[in-house]
């Protein structure tokens, strides 16, 4: 028998998503799949702002390369990282969901923000899991650059 493979998926705007990502890499030893949008987001945070809120405002769902999820049947537990914006992830979040199956999958949301809570965003999460059944959604995280936080959150889920 294999053991259970697992995947962190993570869309970063500034790097600091990839930074956590790359921390939880190193406590799991999963993979790593950067969500990459089809058409990138801007650099200056004031454009980035605008889009984003457009999207959301506009429940626009912006397209993505899902080529990397070849082996995504592979994986039984899903990290799936993002910064917060609004208190929520990104649509392009949402646009992962879509396009992907997440039937019996264990899923596993973390974020980074300065203030929000993953509080706000379990109840996106727990929709965007709806359609799929024998899912689990364990409450994610907020990431905030400490290894140890990171370790102590894995093994109190005993994700490790």
Known sequence: MT?????????????????????????TGADLIEIQPQEAYP????????????????????????????NFKDYSTIFVGYPTWWGQPPMIIHTLFDGLDFTGKTVVPFMTSMSSSIDEAMPTFKELLRP?????????????????QVTQFLQAHKLV
């Open 132 to 148: 799929y059944s024998a899912t689990k959604l364990v409450d994610g995280f907020r990431y905030q650059g400490s290894a140890a």
């Open 3 to 27: 053991e259970p493979k697992q995947l962190i998926v993570y869309f970063t705007a500034s790097g600091t998503t990839a930074r956590a990502a790359r921390a939880l890499q190193q406590a």
């Open 43 to 70: 650099q200056a945070y004031s454009e980035l702002t605008k889009r984003g809120q457009r999207e959301m405002d506009q429940q626009i769902r912006p397209a993505m390369n899902l080529e990397a999820f070849s």
